[in-house]
């Protein structure tokens, strides 16, 4: 059973640039999480994503976006980065709300 | 505002010991607790999952117990090895959060040969 596919596994890019990152759920979870781990933070809830719409989102400036497809894929998107959104972001699949979170391996953004 | 708290911050031990992690949060209105492990530069990796019915569960060397009335769960590990050497994450499901986890600092285990 193939786990949560997160794609790019790196990525640099320039301030002011914007970025996006994808994410591939488990075979039949439909909600798909994704989070903000840095250092001095921790893991932050970023937004939740349930049959294609937003159904929780996180304490984060509009520059952070995202989106569900159909098929329960993810993409979350951030526009004009700035230097402090260097972070490892994760995404996380659930069959269901009493259900566990199965997480993926991250994508490593470095904002220059 | 739920806040969890992991105690101790880092832990170091000798190989072949038993140890405990300490995890609390503040609001005891939960769905349930998830305990994680997570390797320098990786995702995390899903260790046991207490529902809030629950009281304890087990797999292998690993036993994660749950005591919601007093906000407490902890994480016992048996004869530690050193590949349990890694950072470990508990994380809560509030029950007015929706499908929000919140996630304690962590615990960063080394375990010596």
């Known amino acids: 059973k193939a786990g949560v596919t997160q794609t790019p596994r790196y990525l640099i890019k320039t301030r002011g640039q914007q970025v996006t990152l994808s994410c591939s759920p488990i075979?039949?979870?439909?909600?798909v999480s994704w989070y903000q781990q840095t250092p001095g933070q921790g893991l932050q809830f970023l937004f939740e994503y349930f049959s294609e719409t937003q159904r929780n989102k996180g304490n984060f400036p509009g520059r952070f976006s995202g989106r569900q497809f159909s098929n329960s894929r993810s993409e979350m998107n951030v526009s004009t980065l700035e230097l402090g959104d260097s972070a490892l972001y994760l995404c996380?699949?659930?069959?269901?709300?009493?259900?566990?979170?199965?997480f993926g391996s991250g994508t490593r953004l470095t904002v220059v | 505002k739920q806040e969890v708290t992991q105690i101790p911050a880092a832990l170091s031990v000798p190989e072949g010991e038993n140890l405990v992690l300490n995890c609390s949060f503040t609001d005891s209105a939960i769905y349930n607790l998830q305990w994680f492990r997570q390797d320098p530069g990786k995702g995390l990796t899903s260790l046991l999952l207490?529902?809030?019915?629950?009281r304890e569960q087990t797999s292998g060397r690993l036993n994660a117990s749950l005591d919601k009335s007093s906000g407490r769960s902890t994480l016992y590990i048996a004869a530690s090895q050193p590949g349990d050497s890694a950072t470990y994450l508990c994380?809560?499901?509030?029950?007015?959060?929706?499908?929000?986890?919140?996630f304690g600092e962590g615990t960063q285990l080394t375990v010596n040969p």
């Open positions: 207490i529902q809030s019915s629950q």
């Open positions: 994380a809560v499901r509030h029950e007015t959060s929706g499908s929000r986890l919140t």
């Open positions: 075979s039949g979870h439909r909600s």
């Open positions: 996380a699949s659930s069959p269901g709300t009493e259900k566990g979170y199965t």
